[in-house]
């Protein structure tokens, strides 16, 4: 990252831009930095003015205590300030509910698109998630980043054998190092279920996504959100999984982008 905005409360957020057009902002999810969309932005630079950065308490940018889910929506509104006032959303995962909370806030969002919010759809999901929150708030208490990320990816449905791997490989560390963040995007995704309300106050164009080589309750939240939007649309991008691939997915949000 190569550039630093300042948000209301002072935390210093690195982004880097490329591109021109008009202007696109991409959001990141569960322990990843912007670098991990920097694909996705390169896809669209031909056409797009677009921006990646890191979410407040990852990679270069910086953190202030206490957080609240309402900083990192100001963080959104100081990088659409900084790319000329107005910027078309894109979020992927958790980063997609930020998105959709910046959005329904009021902000200078001209059109918004969301790729597989892990939003519940059922009882037993709404459960197993407040479940997660509570142990990942005492692992984190206690320091132990490495059982805060373990705890994500089981939640994730990654299997023991892979976190054991995981816990082995040269990128464990840097999982370690933004593991307090896993608790950034709980706290975004509320209660789990999807916030019909708030989504009924967006006042802006919404794709949402999901891929359909994936989870079929990621398909299912898509849908529910895209119907919650009054301005709401949903697809299904053939082939795809959560780890959808830059080459699919970029002219699908360019045609969207566009309109």
Request: charged share 25%.
């Amino acid at each position: 990252m190569d550039t630093m905005a300042v948000s209301l409360d002072g935390t210093r957020l690195a982004y880097a831009r490329a591109g021109q057009g008009p202007a696109v902002v991409l959001v990141s999810g569960a322990l990843s930095t912007g670098a991990t969309l920097a694909p996705l932005a390169a896809e669209l630079s031909d056409r797009f003015d677009v921006t990646v950065y890191d979410r407040r308490g990852r990679g270069e940018s910086g953190d202030t205590a206490p957080y609240a889910v309402e900083r990192e929506v100001e963080d959104l509104a100081a990088l659409i300030e900084a790319v000329g006032g107005e910027a078309s959303l894109y979020g992927i995962s958790s980063g997609g509910a930020l998105v959709l909370r910046a959005a329904a806030s009021g902000l200078p969002v001209r059109r918004v698109a969301v790729y597989e919010v892990p939003y519940a759809m059922d009882d037993d999901a709404a459960r197993a998630r407040a479940e997660y929150t509570g142990r990942l708030g005492e692992a984190l208490g206690r320091g132990r980043r490495g059982d805060a990320v373990e705890l994500f990816l089981r939640l994730t449905g990654l299997g023991e054998e892979m976190i054991r791997r995981a816990r082995r490989s040269p990128m464990w560390a840097g999982l370690e190092s933004v593991a307090p963040s896993l608790a950034y995007d709980d706290a975004v995704l509320g209660d789990a279920r999807v916030p019909r309300t708030l989504l009924a106050g967006i006042t802006v164009p919404v794709l949402a996504l999901a891929g359909d080589a994936g989870a079929a309750w990621m398909r299912e939240a898509a849908r529910a959100v895209a119907d919650a939007v009054p301005e709401g649309a949903y697809r299904a991008l053939g082939g795809q999984s959560h780890m959808v691939e830059p080459g699919v997915l970029a002219p699908v949000l360019a045609e969207f982008f566009a309109g």
